[in-house]
């Protein structure tokens, strides 16, 4: 039999609490669907009740909420449901660290910040090697924030140049029967490129530095044969790369640059009976210290919570069918 306890946490102010509970108190319903403590509020304080390890658990994770409404962020259901998922894993302090560093700033200066603890160790990898593959569902910022990252170290001069691509395969459309010239047929492929880069860059500056020759959006055809010296390259849905593609792109890379990988291993529209590069490169290159590997979860979907949900429920269904 567990000892009943009480935990009494007092709010700085009224508005503090409003932020906490969250619009039509959802984020205190959320805490409370997911905990047997029960949670009051009395003249300005937080009261939780109930067994101990989970009032202690309770107010460690409101605690931690508390700092980060202090530090001036505002926080979503996302952060919240994050919050709680790594409070289960004993881990809740480190939600902390990683609101606390600033990647970067959109053009109309809307602050990015890494969402997860995935997110934060995927951009300290790109930090400190030279080859990183960023594995995992849609929706974890994999593509974005590597193009976040191209663009600073291209301001900042670490970089002369971002050279961005992915293969031309997508959900079972052929390229050839696409209307209009090249460039038109590869810009539907690299929509989520582009997105990034007009949110960090704006449109204007994205067309005049593609004219300089300082980005470079292209198929990963048009690779072969080139040495990427002093260059952020980005291979984008690297799951639908052969093996060959893969190798042929890796060994591309030259002095002074960064190569960064992102795919979904689960969304490959390869056909039937090819392998996937990125698979191959994973069980090929995994000993390779200065190559990192970054595996997103579930819990670094920075989407809509219900896409989490999606996706659970899918790879729940491949787990138990083990369809492949």
């Known amino acids: 039999m567990h000892l009943h306890d009480e935990v009494r946490i007092p709010f700085a102010d009224a508005s503090e609490a409003l932020l906490l509970f969250g619009p039509h108190d959802a984020y205190l319903t959320l805490i409370e669907e997911n905990s047997s403590a029960k949670i009051m509020t009395r003249e300005g304080e937080l009261v939780i009740s109930g067994d101990k390890p989970e009032v202690d658990k309770l107010a460690e994770l409101i605690g931690i909420l508390l700092q980060l409404i202090r530090r001036g962020i505002t926080l979503s259901e996302r952060d919240i449901s994050y919050a709680m998922v790594l409070c289960n894993q004993g881990e809740a302090a480190q939600l902390l660290d990683v609101y606390d560093e600033e990647v970067a700033r959109t053009q109309r200066g809307k602050l990015i910040r890494a969402k997860t603890l995935g997110q934060r160790h995927y951009l300290s990898a790109i930090k400190k090697k030279d080859i990183v593959f960023g594995i995992g569902p849609a929706g974890t910022g994999k593509t974005y924030l590597a ?74 055809a048009y690779m072969r044969g080139r040495t990427l010296e002093d260059s952020f390259v ?22 002074g640059s960064k190569m960064v990988i992102t795919g979904d291993v689960t969304q490959v529209d390869l056909p039937k009976g090819k392998k996937s590069g990125l698979r191959e490169a994973e069980r090929i290159l995994n000993r390779i210290s200065d190559v990192a590997f970054i595996h997103f979860q579930e819990g670094d979907v920075v989407r809509h919570s219900l896409v989490q949900k999606i996706i659970s429920a899918y790879a729940k269904e491949e787990v138990e069918h083990n369809y492949r």
């Open 234 to 255: 980005i291979l984008d849905e690297a799951q639908n790369t052969t093996p060959e593609q893969m190798k042929m792109f890796l060994t591309r890379l030259g002095f």
């Open 147 to 220: 193009v976040v990252t191209a663009v600073t170290a291209l301001k900042n001069g670490r970089v002369k140049r971002i050279v961005l691509t992915r293969p031309a395969v997508e959900a079972g459309e052929s390229l050839g029967f696409l209307p209009g010239d090249l460039q038109e047929k590869v810009d539907p492929y690299l929509r989520p490129l582009y997105d990034a880069l007009y949110d960090m860059l704006g449109n204007e500056q994205v067309a005049k530095m593609m004219e300089r020759g300082l980005i470079e959006v292209a198929p990963l």
